[in-house]
């Protein structure tokens, strides 16, 4: 009976270790959650925010770190929107493992903004107009809850290589390619121009950005203001027609493909629409190739290309200080820096006189003076498409309905079909 | 392995009975129990028990990351269920119909089929002839079967960005090297069979190595005896492979193809990799969609999880099937050689 107690003792001991080891994690879990919400002198609260592409803050989160001690920032970059928007709507299903601030593309802000009861309302006296109105409307829920900080907005320009325009004969003067370009015909049947100078170089990058620029012209591309879908409608049709009935002119490549980074490098196309963020990756993808200039002028009047905003989701655990990060990231200060790295356009009334831009000029484009032009390339935008929920989505399966054209796996009439019900499956 | 080998079991009744683990026969158990002091019958259920509990574990995480979700998605399925939402109203089978009637659905149960015979019919004979190979007397044998493993440990984002530049539609390697001694470009990621053979070779490059060294396992356990007397009767090598080595390495080799049958069916990430289309749910004309990345799409990119778990379920009853079919097929292979 001696040997049986000793085991049962030693049985009891071992459980009590274990539940003790168990009730000590607890313990101490909660010991440093409540210091992080407390006072705050300990630890530091690390912010982290997830952004996609190049939204160039780098600089301002430098600088923020450098002064502050009790919230850190760290950023997390990944390379399209496309995944970024997968990760996003993973991690809110899952209810966690969200970035503390998270950055939205403005194309599926809509979604967002459906979705918004996940997302802290910033509303604050501090932020009370400082975007342009539209970009702030942009952000703002059904009920009126403020739910996206502005970055950027995506001013459009024409990208060019002067060198080529030269060697097919066109003038390569910045002002004069403007006047060359006026509008869509005028463009595609420049194109024309060139194509028959120079056979082995595309007139543009993808068809996928020239419907994209297209689209951003237009009031209704894919929903009605009550958010019922309409894709059978003229503007749209018109799109499409266009933009199949020319895939001579474009090196036929999905956007953001590696074939289409590697096209940079081997004079692959001669313009892009250039929205002000765009520029970055330009300069990135074309790194070492002499000859980008930037006209101040856009095919059929101005036009707003993408331009994100930064969101806090609910389910952060530092609401608070999430929201003083975004509003640090999107004040006219840091938005300036980032212009200045990136070339991302700030969408902050008072950067948009600020010397820093309007006298920024750009060696890697020539000396272009791209602030100037792209202040004036805001100044021409008329039309903000209307944008549903299903805004992204849509212009998802859009642009495989253009790829599928391009590659030459459908025809136009095919492809038209497919899409449609691809629309069909998502309404 | 867990497959025993059927030729060397020996005859008689199945080990595992009463007989043979509970030590007194069945008979006279229970009066003999009533005489037992309780520590006596402590140690008698230690000794029946014990065995269940200590592999209670994996069968108790087994039911909780195995069997639950299984039946979880199941249960998802039958109704209409939104990612973000969450679960909305029951549909009965309404999900099932509509992965039916979608084209994509049976065009991506196609691409996954090709893809499936273009990888795991060539890795399981190339593993095979590696093995075989490596079972020969080498030099430094642990070079050899490690340098095999090599791209088994290389991840398969890295494959995908090394195979993305070989698989390039206009710049890539082969495309550029093809454009050298004058003949047009494949269209890798456009043309249905051309993706199909750029996605299996990643497939492959990635798993032969792996299934050498399992078949190369089996083979080092057959007795060399067999080999001797082989010799002697005057086989061959040839004949000795087709006759002693894969009739002994018969259960390994069946484990093997019910593995890359498995891992075949469900390939996702080479193909959602190899995409370059924003969407990325297998090319512009979803030459290259698998069932599992219709899955992903249905539940992350169109946020409908009751289509997707539908889906899920068809695959796997899609797996099961195959398994069966495979194990038959060994089976009566088996029974030829």
């Known amino acids: 009976m001696q040997h049986r107690n000793s085991r049962a003792l030693a049985l009891s001991a071992a459980l009590a270790l274990s539940l003790g080891t168990l009730a000590a994690c607890g313990s101490d879990d909660g010991g440093s959650s409540s210091g992080d919400g407390g006072s705050g002198t300990t630890e530091p609260v690390t912010i982290s925010v997830a952004t996609f592409n190049e939204f160039g803050l780098e600089g301002p989160i430098e600088a923020w770190n450098a002064e502050h001690d009790d919230i850190k920032i760290e950023q997390k970059k990944v390379g399209t929107w496309d995944e970024a928007k997968e990760n996003l709507y993973t991690k809110l299903a899952a209810g966690s493992g969200l970035s503390d601030v998270e950055a939205i593309e403005g194309d599926g802000m809509p979604a967002i903004l459906a979705e918004s009861d996940a997302f802290v309302d910033l509303a604050s006296d501090d932020v009370e107009g400082r975007w342009l109105d539209w970009k702030q409307a942009a952000g703002t829920d059904a009920d009126g809850r403020l739910i996206g900080y502005g970055t950027d907005i995506g001013p459009e320009g024409i990208c060019y290589r002067a060198d080529l325009f030269e060697k097919a004969g066109l003038p390569s003067d910045r002002d004069e390619v403007a006047g060359l370009l006026g509008t869509w015909d005028d463009y595609f049947a420049t194109g024309q121009q060139f194509a028959a100078k120079m056979p082995k170089t595309a007139w543009y990058d993808s068809s996928g950005g020239v419907a994209q620029a297209m689209l951003n012209q237009v009031a209704n591309p894919f929903e009605g203001d009550d958010n019922t879908i309409n894709v059978e409608n003229p503007e749209l049709e018109n799109v499409w027609a266009t933009v199949t009935g020319n895939v001579d002119l474009s090196t036929r490549l999905p956007q953001w493909s590696d074939d289409w980074t590697a096209a940079f490098q081997n004079n692959g196309f001669a313009t892009m629409a250039c929205p002000g963020w765009m520029l970055g990756v330009v300069e990135g993808n074309a790194s070492g190739v002499k000859g980008w200039d930037f006209a101040n002028v856009f095919p059929g009047g101005g036009g707003n290309w993408g331009g994100s905003f930064l969101v806090v989701p609910a389910q952060t655990e530092h609401p608070e200080e999430a929201q003083q990060v975004a509003a640090y990231l999107t004040s006219p200060e840091s938005q300036l820096m980032a212009y200045a790295d990136k070339g991302t356009f700030p969408s902050q009334v008072d950067a948009l006189d600020d010397d820093a831009l309007t006298q920024d000029v750009r060696p890697f484009f020539n000396d272009a003076p791209v602030g100037e032009i792209l202040a004036e390339r805001a100044a021409a935008i008329t039309v903000q498409p209307y944008k549903g929920p299903k805004y992204s989505d849509i212009l998802q399966a859009f642009q495989a309905a253009i790829l599928r054209v391009d590659d030459g796996s459908n025809t136009p009439e095919q492809s038209w079909k497919t899409f449609l019900s691809d629309v069909d499956q998502l309404s | ?337």
């Open chain 2, 1 to 337: 392995m867990p497959f025993t080998r059927p030729r060397t079991r020996p005859p008689g009744p199945r080990p595992g009975g009463a007989a043979a683990t509970g030590g007194s026969p069945a008979g006279t158990r229970a009066p003999a129990r009533t005489g037992l002091t309780w520590r006596q019958r402590l140690s008698w259920l230690d000794v029946r028990l014990s065995p269940y509990l200590y592999i209670s574990p994996f069968f108790l995480v087994f039911l909780l990351i195995g069997i639950f979700p299984l039946a979880y998605t199941a249960y998802v399925s039958f109704f209409d269920w939104s990612l973000i939402g969450g679960q909305g109203e029951y549909v009965g089978l309404q999900n099932y119909r509509d992965v039916l009637g979608n084209p994509y659905f049976w065009k991506s149960v196609v691409n996954t089929l090709s893809i499936f015979v273009l990888s795991s019919g060539p890795q399981i004979v190339i593993a095979l002839v590696v093995a075989a190979l490596l079972t020969t007397y080498l030099r430094v044998p642990t070079f050899w079967r490690m340098s095999v493993l090599l791209p088994f440990v290389v991840a398969p984002a890295a494959t995908a960005i090394i195979f993305g530049n070989v698989f390039g539609d206009r710049y890539g390697l082969i495309n550029q090297g093809l454009d050298l001694i004058g003949l047009g470009p494949i269209q890798w990621h456009v043309d249905r069979l051309a993706s199909h053979l750029a996605i299996a070779s990643m497939v492959n490059w990635r798993w032969t190595g792996y299934n050498a060294l399992i078949l190369l396992a089996a083979m080092q356990a057959v007795p060399r005896d067999l080999y001797e007397a082989a010799e002697i009767d005057g086989a061959g090598k040839v004949r000795q492979f087709w006759s002693l080595t894969l009739p002994m390495i018969r259960p390994t080799l069946l484990f093997v193809i019910v593995t890359s049958t498995i891992g075949g069916l469900q390939i996702f990430a080479e193909p959602r990799l190899f995409d370059n289309t924003p969407a990325h749910n297998g090319g512009s004309d979803r030459q290259f969609s698998t069932v599992t990345m219709l899955v992903y799409d249905y539940g992350w990119r169109l946020r409908e999880l009751g289509l997707a778990s539908a889906t899920s379920w068809l695959l796997f009853l899609m797996i099961v099937a195959f398994a069966i079919l495979n194990f038959v097929l060994v089976r009566r292979a088996g029974r030829h050689l």
